[in-house]
């Protein structure tokens, strides 16, 4: 019997993070999900409360979902409209959530979840900008070394930005919560750009989802189409990246991904480079690793994961 891993989904939904709450919600057998907390970052608070409410309620999940920060620890919010639609899941009419939202706030369930559980067993899954962990980080010190592990999509090396020439989205919202992440002596694993540019869907993986004829299926296939619009027309690419749901998908299936453990900081004080994941790829530095930062994904392999367990729901 393979172990139960504990994980606690931080998450601004987002159709790519909406497609990665269906992958874990997928795997009962294999990932616990705590709990979903929500931080404002594709779209307001309001908003990624709303979807990740939403998206568990598609899945069938009773899921505890949480509002986190709904801004970023020192600067004001940049949300991403352009990319993901106004309401962060355009391209699939879904029904209001009918189950409410915890009463407690975002920050209060991790610092609480990892004092409760035993030190070592529960994994942090960010997927957006790092304000609800870095709060939790701040506010509770005690916590940090409980941490088994933070799997974190964010930042680029070699792919550069997405949202400025320099910086990824995610990390770029809240580069100062980011810097408390990366220098908290948590062990990191980071999908940067440079794996998950390599995760584009393709027309047959979108239709195929379509013709599974559920719910689930026909949601995934309606967001990939909605932001699909966005990316082929910026990269001139076939499909679009699934950015979020390769932090699921390297929880379930390690061996599809591949990197190096490096030191990676981030610039909190350049205009020019704000958010921007230096990552020591070449290792030309002495500064110690601190992150397991993927390059390289097995694409064929990580669309045939999504498919089997996206079919499971």
């Not at 594709?42 to 709303?50: H, S």
């Not at 352009?82 to 009463?103: I, S």
């Not at 004829?213 to 001139?236: M, N």
Request: glycine residues 8%.
């Amino acid at each position: 019997m393979t172990h139960r891993r504990k994980i606690i989904i931080d998450t601004d939904p987002g159709q790519d993070d909406a497609v990665a709450l269906l992958l874990a919600l997928s795997a009962p057998e294999r990932l616990e999900v705590l709990g979903v907390t929500a931080v404002a970052g594709n779209v307001p608070l309001a908003l990624t409360q709303r979807n990740a409410r939403v998206i568990c309620e598609l899945a069938g999940s009773s899921v505890p979902v949480f509002a986190g920060c709904d801004a970023p620890l020192k600067r004001d919010l940049v949300t991403a409209e352009h990319v993901h639609g106004k309401t962060g899941l355009d391209g699939c009419d879904l029904p209001e959530p009918a189950r409410p939202l915890r009463p407690e706030h975002a920050v209060e369930f991790i610092i609480e979840t990892l004092r409760r559980e035993a030190p070592g067993t529960v994994t942090l899954c960010p997927l957006g900008p790092l304000t609800n962990i870095a709060t939790a980080f701040q506010r509770a010190p005690d916590v940090v070394g409980r941490v088994a592990e933070i799997v974190l999509m964010g930042g680029a090396y070699f792919e550069v930005g997405n949202i400025t020439p320099a910086a990824e989205f995610n990390i770029y919202v809240d580069p100062e919560a980011a810097e408390i992440v990366f220098k908290s002596g948590v062990p990191l694993v980071v999908l940067p750009l440079d794996v998950t540019h390599k995760a584009l869907t393709s027309r047959a993986w979108v239709e195929e989802m379509r013709s599974l004829g559920t719910p689930v299926g026909r949601a995934v296939a309606g967001w990939t189409d909605f932001f699909e619009r966005f990316d082929t027309a910026k990269y001139g690419s076939e499909g679009a990246p699934l950015h979020d749901p390769c932090v699921i998908a390297y929880l379930l299936a390690p061996d599809l991904f591949s990197g190096r453990h490096i030191n990676v900081e981030i610039e909190v004080n350049s205009p020019l480079t704000l958010g921007m994941t230096v990552a020591d790829w070449w290792r030309v530095t002495d500064r110690p690793a601190n992150a397991l930062f993927l390059g390289d994904v097995d694409r064929d392999g990580l669309f045939r994961l999504f498919s089997d367990q996206i079919a499971r729901l």
